[in-house]
């Protein structure tokens, strides 16, 4: 059995947000010890790393609520976690494509400063008037 503090440390994952997934029924202790101190097993252990990574790659909380569902029924089809996985990476994509747009725009005007004075700092007004942005919407 593990304590929640111990369990923090095993998986790399602060106490308020393993207290933050109990509250949301992620995961929740398997008993409490006599000092009423939560005690967690090995199933809580993966659990936890499963959604420490499913965090780490973005993945909302609501899904991953989903994906573990999903993983109780083993010999399930994979449709829906595929699914998922696949939704996921079209926002990744979507997002990488913002950034993209925002790094060529930042470069482009970040390019023009002449480090004048800021009444001609090309940065001030292109952001000032919007028509000096190359990527109009």
């Avoid at 790094?103 to 008037?129: F, M, N, Q, W």
């Amino acid at each position: 059995m593990l304590s929640i503090g111990e369990l923090s440390k095993r998986t790399g994952v602060k106490v308020p947000t393993i207290r933050y997934y109990e509250q949301a029924g992620l995961i929740s202790p398997l008993e409490r010890s006599e000092g009423n101190q939560r005690r967690y097993g090995e199933r809580e252990l993966e659990r936890l790393t499963f959604i420490r990574h499913a965090r780490d790659l973005g993945i909302r909380p609501d899904a991953i609520r989903e994906l573990l569902e999903l993983s109780a029924h083993p010999d399930e089809p994979c449709l829906r976690a595929d699914a998922i996985a696949r939704e996921h990476l079209t926002k990744v994509r979507e997002k990488i494509a913002r950034l993209q747009r925002l790094e060529s725009e930042l470069a482009r005007i970040t390019s023009r400063c002449d480090g004048h004075a800021v009444e001609d700092c090309y940065v001030i007004r292109s952001l000032a008037d919007h028509s000096l942005c190359a990527d109009e919407h």
